[in-house]
């Protein structure tokens, strides 16, 4: 547990404003904000069903906090940063928003995290990867919840070079979150022993893969890395069924989720490795929330959905806490109380923003192996969140006080 005497004055955070009891609510309601992809490649992902998981936790607050009523906007973001930094700066200045919770794309959410630290109002990206929150573009009223670009690579990326993977091609999504998901990768693999032989980026949503295939093909590697995510995943992977390229080149998707193994069957994706903040049986806690959300939603929840869930109780029990709704308040509670859920156990939130919880390798069962749906991978091995996403004294965030070594 961090102790509130460990947040400096770089990051804005008055150390009064935790006691501050008196702020109260304003205007006696508290606002919540859910701008993701409702319609396009990630919207299975997150999309409905993480506007479906916030709900359920504004139901198990009861709806209220302390007597104020909890409401929620939902927009689509249609993966676009213009679209959703409008969107979130409307939202603050004319609805009065106390919380913002940005879902899938990066470069959409580091628009609306400048938005949010421009108006002064709490940011929580939980469906979003790049690195960046917490480094280059970090501000003190944003939280990097759920994964990063860096822990998925670190916990894929030395598993798979230590199983003979030496070699590796990427398939990149050609924006932020792809960028970092290859450069991240490619220093774990080369810091492994590994070698990165090439890498094509390809325009989101593209339709077809078949020319990125046939270069990925041609480069000879062993490891076909697909740094993409959404039915841009689904799509590669099936292409590079149907070229062969998984009889020669072992296919590795960097940001699997059940839903895309779902998609895909375990004939073509057993083996197959992956690493993940959260998954639905992780213990029973984590089942058993999984089962509820199966019942309104109809499937498992994503890591995404879960972690928009677990965000949204975070600050809905900080501002039952503190008995306010001010930013700084809220920020300097959660900052110092960790999280206990379903979805995190002792989960800090780091001074530069990134909730440290521990990441989990992940592999595809065979067939032969699994009990039915949703029953489809193992775990391997845990990684630690300090390990995951490297020590604070590694963190550019320019409002962060660097430990001494």
Avoid at 136 to 150: G, K, L
Avoid at 269 to 282: D, E, I, L
Avoid at 343 to 361: A, K
Wanted: overall charge negative.
């Amino acid at each position: 547990m961090i102790n509130i005497t460990q947040l400096t004055a770089g990051a804005m955070l008055s150390l009064a404003a935790t006691g501050a009891l008196a702020d109260g609510v304003s205007d006696g309601i508290i606002r919540i904000g859910f701008i993701t992809d409702m319609s396009g490649v990630y919207a299975d992902g997150d999309g409905p069903g993480g506007a479906e998981a916030i709900r359920m936790a504004i139901a198990d607050a009861g709806g209220e906090v302390a007597g104020h009523k909890i409401e929620l906007l939902v927009a689509d973001s249609q993966n676009k940063a213009d679209v959703s930094s409008a969107l979130a700066r409307n939202w603050i200045d004319t609805k009065k928003l106390d919380l913002l919770i940005g879902g899938t794309n990066s470069a959409a959410s580091l628009a609306m995290s400048a938005v949010a630290a421009q108006k002064k109002r709490l940011f929580i990206t939980s469906g979003a990867g790049a690195s960046a929150f917490t480094n280059e573009h970090c501000n003190p009223y944003t939280i990097q919840y759920t994964y990063s670009t860096s822990g998925l690579a670190r916990g894929t990326g030395s598993a798979v070079v230590g199983q003979g993977g030496t070699s590796w091609f990427f398939i990149t999504t050609d924006y932020t979150f792809g960028h970092e998901l290859e450069r991240d990768t490619s220093a774990v693999v080369e810091r492994s022993g590994g070698k990165v032989l090439g890498a094509v980026r390809t325009p989101l949503g593209v339709p077809d893969f078949s020319s990125f295939m046939l270069q990925a093909q041609a480069s000879g590697a062993k490891v076909l890395a697909l740094a993409n995510a959404g039915r841009d995943l689904i799509n590669s992977l099936k292409t590079a069924v149907e070229f062969g390229l998984t009889q020669t080149m072992t296919p590795v998707a960097l940001t699997g989720t059940l839903l895309d193994i779902h998609a895909l069957g375990l004939e073509l994706t057993q083996g197959m490795y992956f690493s993940v903040p959260w998954y639905w049986n992780k213990n029973q806690a984590s089942e058993a929330w999984s089962r509820r959300y199966e019942k309104k939603i109809g499937r498992i929840p994503t890591y995404g959905q879960a972690g928009d869930y677990s965000a949204a109780a975070a600050y809905l029990n900080a501002v039952r806490q503190t008995g306010t709704d001010r930013s700084e308040t809220v920020m300097a509670w959660l900052k110092s109380h960790p999280v206990n859920d379903f979805f995190v156990q002792n989960g800090v939130i780091r001074e530069d923003g990134r909730m440290m919880n521990d990441m989990t390798l992940l592999q595809v069962k065979k067939p032969s192996e699994s009990t039915g749906t949703w029953d489809y991978h193992k775990a391997v091995a845990t990684i630690p969140a300090e390990e995951a996403y490297g020590p604070l004294s590694e963190s550019t965030c320019a409002y962060v006080t660097h430990p001494v070594q």
